[in-house]
């Protein structure tokens, strides 16, 4: 396992110590990474030593990584190690399959590593605002670590969502609203309740648990970077924590070298602040208003990191891109008449994506992409059903 040094500020880069739980900077309010010494793992041999140690062993997950993953007992329900999936039609695509995780979405990543911490730190209350999915994850792992969680939802999230959170145990809240009036009803609260707060970016582990998807891909494809990797954007921990893994991978000379992928934030059209910042060359987005989609992971109005992701989208040469809902639709079905693939509407969003930087030459059919399809279909059956128009039929007598 890798021993944390310190952690650093994202924006201003100040330093802090690992000294117990930490939130944001003390000075700026930026993100903080977890920052590792890395030297000890340098190098080929340590990189195949994961492969080694793992086979024939009990299924490890994203914890194959633990060597470059922060000290402490896992609290894990089988996260990561997702199919890479090739498509059957694009020959250079691959669909990351996240919708294999526990909890049917890649924010089990993010919380296995959070609840994680939080256990070790000994926390016992945990609150964070969602919009669907993180909440779901948070229920789980909270549920498995014997912690508290209190969530904040919109009252329109898919049910499966509700239903989840529900079964697990924790203490939920639907608000009428989006999740920015949710992350404000638990920053209120948190103080006089004594939650700590896990919102996406506010505490650094998230973004190490998503991290994995970065080693995991590269991994997947032989140690190599694809050209391009098309990532279903809202508040931007995927994005974020992939790109740290690309640094780190480069750092550890576990990755052949190489350019790093062209990362793609994909929004949709009915809220895409990430793309309008882009698009007007901005380093930071503006609050988006009437947010209003049914890929309801995407319907995020001002990500706390944005600044982050604007950064990381410049310098890799990558772009935001936002498609409208009915073209959502239209590729969601497309991949399931034609791949199989039951798509959430997030990932749905990205293959539109892909059709799209295809058709204006952005993309090539030869560049090897990774698309990322973060979460199962099946967690939106009534959002999906509802879209689609579909309704199930009278029965025949
Ligand atoms: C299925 C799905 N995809 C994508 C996202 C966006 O993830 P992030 O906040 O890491 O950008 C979410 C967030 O809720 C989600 O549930
Ligand atoms: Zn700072």
Redesign the pocket.
Known sequence: MAKILRFECSRCKAEFPLDGPVTVCAKCAGSLYARYDLSALHGREHRDEIARSTSGKAWLGMWRYRSALPDAEPVTLGEGWTPMLRSRRYPNAYLKE?GANPTG???AR?MAMAVTMARSYGLEKLAAP?????AGALAAYAAAAGIEAHLFMPKDVPFANYLEAVLYGAKVTLVDGLISDCGRMVAERKDKEGWFDVS?LKEPFRVEG?KTMGYELVEQLGWEYPDAVF?????????IGMWKAFAELGELGWVRPGKRPRMIAVQSAGCAPVVRAFERGEKASEMWKDAATF????R?PK?YGDYIMLEILRESAGIAVSVPDEQILTSLRDWAENEGVFL?P??AAATAAYDHLLANGFLKPQDRVVIFN??AGLKYTDVVAEMAGIHRPTAAK
């Open positions: 996240e979405s890649f924010k993010g969602s919009a669907g999915n993180a996406t998503k990532y279903p954007t809202g508040g931007g921990v995927g994005l890929a309801s992971g995407l995020v990500p959430c997030e990932g973060t979460g």
